[in-house]
């Protein structure tokens, strides 16, 4: 029985991979606390009370704050999800703290370095199957499809990242074949690491290691300052390598150039748009799990015209959170909750920084990975995932059980009493998410009436995807689809009420009301849409539709010219094939009303003649003057003179 509790992280790591469609940790997070459940109820601890040491103080100040930013905000059940996760991570380090106290931290090394092995193993795995398919085109691309257990990876290198330090110390303090073992592993860390490209996992191993040769400087211990330096070597010597190896040496240079570029790309973005979104939800944020929604009103999909970004006039790709844990918190529950996560990681760091005096390798290795791991956080968004806060987790037990605990045990009813409250929530949720996941496999087979089933099941105890899209969309779809025009138009309008600015739904809900006969109302809510994501390309092709229909071609040309489509027209053809037949239709119909203000008579069909041999270049000679002018006025002119 003493090996459960080490064996959860493992069984975490695994469940990764069977996580529902577009989710990340709701069967991680039942398995997890059903097994902190079994465990209490079997009384295999005896918890001491570790409420008084100030890290966990501070912990339990950062919950009520997000609790509280829960019930004052727009309640969410995913933000209900998020506190209920930072409840379980809270027993977590109870659970930890007090299992190291009584038994040592051995089982939980020897099943964190295995953990890595698998995770390390795995990958390796999938890139041997990868190569021997001998994939030629589009080689990067298909590459970094492969995460092992993990849902990218970015994730897979920071949570190698993080298991790094207690590899390391498993090779200190090991012998013969478990020396030769973790040196493997490390080896393979090192390597995966390298090869996934991850920049802030990079520049946190950078990190690391100086902070970990400053501190070791002056120090006699075996892994001292001059062997960090024969270790950093090494390290060289493994990455150049095996960038020549995996050839990644071209997707090491775009790398480098996204990060020379991280102002103008979508990050920054991202960064631009959340922090407007915290100067003005400053002292209780959006609520949890609001981010998603919310930021649509601060133009993250709406900057210009022709920016490559994925969230710049993106009618695809919505974020599901900024990609940086201190802007997400202070967005979500306020700058107060975005001091008190630092501060719970400076109290980390400083209680490590005591420890030091015992010349443990083991807190400076945890220290130095810390400090990664606060790097780490500025550019991704460990907090909201379960591997990395469930390290985070075991470090702070490392302490807590390093030091001296008040020898007060706590109720275990009280306990128990938790566990099944976060086990209900989590239960709850899981079973939303694979409803929902349900739904979309019979959406997928065109089976619509079990879809709509499916999905009001997941409508019982959530409104929201992670993608911030209405649930109720996914029904007015089907319904659509059926023909239900009016019942569609009712789930659309509830949508809207969710999220009402998910630009898919207001664009549905136009034609919807283009199908019933309001054009008015239509031409509203399609150009309510791009006030949103301003080159959305439905709205503007069923606006554009609109405006032809009523003889307004000039707007029509100039409505439909600013579509965000790809500019190779083959291109065009296959991925948008209605643009470029409303594009030509809509054209040859402003080409025939200007024609009397021609001053040669066959200009009209010298200009039809120019688009029908080459589309493509016509197209975006047009469009030039829309992004000049943003309007035709000028080309009208250019002909008439011509």
Request: net charge positive; proline share 2%.
């Amino acid at each position: 029985m003493k090996w459960i509790l080490p064996l959860s992280f493992l069984i975490v790591v695994i469940l990764q991979i069977v996580e529902p469609i577009n989710d990340y940790s709701s069967i991680s997070l039942f398995v997890l606390t059903s097994i902190l459940l079994f465990y209490n109820y079997k009384g295999y601890l005896k918890f001491n009370n570790i409420f008084s040491n100030k890290i966990i103080i501070v912990y339990c100040i950062f919950i009520f704050l997000f609790f509280i930013s829960l019930l004052i905000n727009r309640f969410e059940f995913n933000g209900l999800v998020v506190v209920a996760q930072l409840i379980l991570y809270l027993i977590l380090v109870l659970f930890l703290s007090d299992y190291i106290k009584q038994f040592g931290i051995k089982k939980i090394l020897i099943l964190l370095n295995f953990s890595s092995f698998c995770i390390a193993t795995y990958y390796f795995v999938e890139l041997f199957q990868f190569y021997n398919q001998n994939i030629l085109s589009d080689f990067n691309f298909e590459f970094n499809k492969f995460s092992s257990f993990f849902r990218n990876k970015n994730l897979l290198a920071s949570s190698l990242f993080m298991l790094s330090p207690f590899v390391i110390y498993k090779i200190k303090i090991s012998n013969n074949f478990n020396r030769l073992f973790s040196i493997l592993v490390l080896i393979q860390i090192i390597i995966i690491v390298t090869i996934t490209l991850s920049r802030a996992v990079i520049f946190a191993s950078l990190i690391s290691i100086v902070t970990y040769i400053i501190i070791s400087f002056n120090n006699d211990t075996k892994l001292g300052w001059k062997n960090s330096v024969i270790v950093l070597f090494s390290m060289i010597i493994i990455i150049a390598s095996s960038i020549h190896l995996f050839r990644r040496s071209d997707f090491l240079n775009e790398q480098v150039y996204k990060t020379v570029e991280l102002n103008s790309s979508g990050r920054g973005e991202l960064n631009n748009s959340t922090l407007r979104l915290v100067k003005d939800n400053i002292f209780f944020g959006v609520g949890p799990s609001n981010w998603k929604i919310e930021i649509w009103n601060y133009d993250l999909y709406k900057k210009g015209v022709d920016k490559d970004s994925p969230y710049v006039n993106s009618s695809y790709f919505f974020a599901s959170n900024p990609h940086n844990d201190y802007l997400w918190v202070a967005s979500e529950i306020g700058v107060l909750g975005s001091f008190v996560y630092m501060l719970f990681l400076f109290l980390l760091l400083n209680e490590l920084l005591k420890l030091f005096k015992r010349n443990e390798i083991l807190y400076k290795l945890l220290f130095s990975t810390l400090i990664g791991f606060i790097f780490i956080s500025y550019f991704s968004f460990p907090l909201i995932q379960t591997v990395q806060p469930y390290l985070i987790m075991v470090i702070v037990a490392i302490v807590i059980s390093s030091n001296r605990i008040k020898v007060k045990s706590l109720n275990h009813n009280y306990i128990n009493l938790f566990l099944v409250s976060v086990l209900i929530v989590f239960s709850l949720n899981l079973f939303s998410k694979y409803m929902y996941s349900r739904s979309i496999e019979f959406q997928n087979e065109n089976n619509l009436d079990k879809m709509i089933a499916n999905m009001d099941y997941a409508l019982m105890i959530n409104d929201v995807d992670i993608s911030s899209t209405p649930l109720k969309w996914y029904t007015g779809i089907s319904k659509y689809k059926q023909g239900k025009i009016k019942e569609a138009l009712i789930d659309f309008l509830a949508a809207k009420e969710v999220n009402p600015f998910h630009v898919h739904n207001l664009n549905n809900i136009g034609t919807c009301y283009h199908n019933l006969g309001d054009i008015e109302t239509s031409k509203r809510f399609y150009s309510l849409s791009l006030e949103y994501v301003n080159c959305f390309y439905e709205s503007r092709k069923n606006l554009a539709v609109l405006y032809n229909n009523d003889g307004l071609y000039k707007e029509a040309l100039e409505v439909l010219l600013l579509s965000k489509v790809d500019s190779s027209y083959e291109v065009r053809l296959e991925c948008s094939p209605e643009y470029d037949y409303h594009l030509q239709k809509i054209l040859f119909n402003f080409l025939d009303s200007h024609n009397p203000l021609f001053s040669n008579s066959n200009q009209c069909e010298i200009e039809k003649q120019k688009y029908l041999q080459s589309p493509g270049v016509y197209r975006n000679y047009l469009k030039v003057y829309m992004i000049e002018d943003n309007s035709l006025e000028e080309y009208v002119k250019k002909l008439s003179i011509e």
